[in-house]
């Protein structure tokens, strides 16, 4: 029912836009008195325009046939995204809503935003980037992510929109943002799909003990507490300040975060109790298990600049936890985490090459090693990822191919992405993409290495 | 004697008046410039269409607004708003000419959320796939070429000087040379050819719509054409006009600062 009031509140929006004074280009020369500008005409107007796109994908995993046939088992969907933008002389609001084929209305962001001399106001469900890194972040902690369908999605289509306030302070070329958003939302894990993370489906092995233990909807309460949900909580609000500014060719930021980590942490010795029956009662175990997300103060660095013809950018970020020390097997160690990267177009055709790469390094390892029930526990305690892109144009734009690489260099595990966009008429364009996960199967990617596929989507926009 | 006198003397004059008028390639080009930059400000709404070698066109709307922030050193800022179509609407881009250093580029994709900072090098490449390069976009230094006047011409309407460019640094440059007719009237060039640096031969070919007319004391060109000799394919850049059929454009208005800040870039305000 609610979906369905959504529904048609969006489509009386829509009926109801093309009945209402929607400005055309002669707004662009309206006198704007908020900036003082001169315009073409005196008559000031508000306006409100739709937007949005129609995607239709449809996607076949390669290494899964059906038994049937021995045919390629093939996904399709489509979503319509309707986005609305109204803007009077000192606010703006904009929304926009996912419509699926299954009948779910999704509002994806919904915020206003105040304008004034020195600063403007936002308040609403946003989706917030920091940092310098091109779809690769350390710096960007306020949004949690979709991982449902893994990291197949854009970066920004992955970010969950979150409901905050958000001041933009400007102070010469300087930007000062605080942010406060009173509750937070966890990562979002697919539970039964092509995308379950081998942590979760390890939980998801604990489930026949569980019902052997504490029955059924016991079992069905931990699993699902196991894959953990978004908070409501006062307590887990977010509080975040940054400051950025352009001097002498260089951008910089500097970034404070206090939240959550967006991971569910865990005493994983409670798991191993359970294994050998421990528990009486299924609430017993989830007090031992001590399922939370840990507390974190980050503190961020950014900058890009335009260096030997390369645009270079980095992020530096210091993970501070509650675990300091790093003697607490249920709260992750500090870390820093790092990203380097730059691209340049070559001298060959339109080529791009855009190469980045992300480092974690956890603190106070030796604390770590000798207890595998530590949440922190790995071979790796330093990480590197490679993200390469190579890109290039044909035809004015229309055709566009792409290549692009994440590797892990120590555990040698990779995605790869083949990507090919034809720019069909006006907006519409449909791309095809062969992606393929490669690794041993305990390592990030690896362990989707029988997920490899080829889509299409066409996508039009409007 | 009076005769040979009365020879002489419109020999010198004439030599004197010629001298006088004489123009060079570098004046042409110098004051071509001043007329391009003429102004402390201006706004305007531009058609961009993409035209395929078969006819088809894909339209772009974007809207331009520039200052003069530095008279002295007659330094510049541009930002311009992509209206139309839908898959680049909300994109926009800010430069900021600086004084002995690279200019200053950042753009503003919605997918990627922020606003990005991007190299001048990358001038050379297709300004939003059409056939004219953010170089193209901008204008270039009269001090980076040689100009030489080539002869004076006819074109059309307008009375040309044609110029040729050749830069003086080939590895800085998109073109080997150009060569330009730029009219006695205006000194606006109507007819420019770029030439490729790999092969020698015509690249592109720039021309104006003869219906260059004076918009606030500044003359301003309407319609142009840009055309890849290889490929076929055109690019017309023209200035919108309004439902009475005036012209969006406008000079020497107040344009808030603010408009050239990556503030702007981000929320469009």
Known sequence: MRRLLTFLIAFTLMFSLSTAKICAFESAF?????????????????????????????????????????????????????????????????????FDDNGDVALDEAFIRLYYDNFDLEAGKMKVVWGKGDKLHVVDNLNGEDLTDFINPEYLDRQIAEKMVKLNYYLGTGKLEAVYTPEFTANKLDREGDWVLSKVSKMKELKPIAVKEF??????????????????????????????????????GFSIYQGRLKNLSMDRSAIAKLEKGVYRDSQAFLNDLDLHYDKVTVLGAEFSSVLFGINSRGELAYYLTDDSDGDDPTVHNNKLAWIIGGDRDLPLHNVNVNLQMKSELILDKDKVDDNPADIDYSEDYFTNMMVLKVSDDFNNQRILPEV???????????????????????????KFNYKLFEGDGDTLFGQFDENDYISMVVNYEF | MRRRISILF????????????????????????????????????????????????????????????????????VVMEFRTPASIKGTRFLQVENDGRDDDKWIYLPSLGRVRRISSSEGSKSFVGSDFTYDDMSSREVDEDNHKILREEKLGDYDCYVVESIPKNSEDAQYAKRISWVTKEHFVPVRVEMYSKKTGDLQKLLTVKHNIKKIDGIWTVFDALMKDMESGHSTKLYIIRGKSGAPYIEYNKKISPVRFTKRFLKTGR
């Open chain 1, 30 to 98: 309206d006198q704007d008195s908020s900036s003082g500008d001169s315009g073409f005409g005196d008559n000031k107007t508000s306006s409100l325009e739709f937007s949005g796109s129609l995607e239709y994908k449809i996607r076949s995993i390669l290494d899964k046939k059906s038994d049937s046939d021995l045919s390629y088992p093939s996904n399709s969907e489509s979503e319509l995204e309707l986005g609305l933008d109204y803007s009077r002389d000192n606010s703006d609001l904009k929304a926009t809503l996912a």
């Open chain 1, 215 to 252: 029955g059924l909807t016991a079992a069905l309460e931990i699993e699902d507490s196991l894959v953990g949900d978004e908070s409501k909580e006062l307590k887990d609000g977010q509080l975040a300040l940054r400051y950025t500014n352009s001097k002498g060719g260089y951008d910089y």
């Open chain 1, 404 to 430: 692009s690489l994440m590797y892990n260099l120590e555990s040698q595990d990779y995605i790869l992405d083949n990507q090919l966009e034809f720019i069909v008429k006006d907006d519409t364009s449909i």
């Open chain 2, 10 to 77: 419109l020999i010198i004059t004439l030599t004197f008046t010629s001298q006088a008028f004489a123009m060079t390639g570098r004046d042409v080009m110098d004051k071509a410039k001043d007329i391009i930059n003429d102004g402390d400000s201006m706004h305007a709404l531009m058609g961009m269409d993409l035209i395929d070698d078969d006819g088809e066109v894909q339209a772009r709307k974007i809207e331009v607004w520039g200052i003069t922030y530095n008279q002295s050193k007659d330094l510049s800022k």
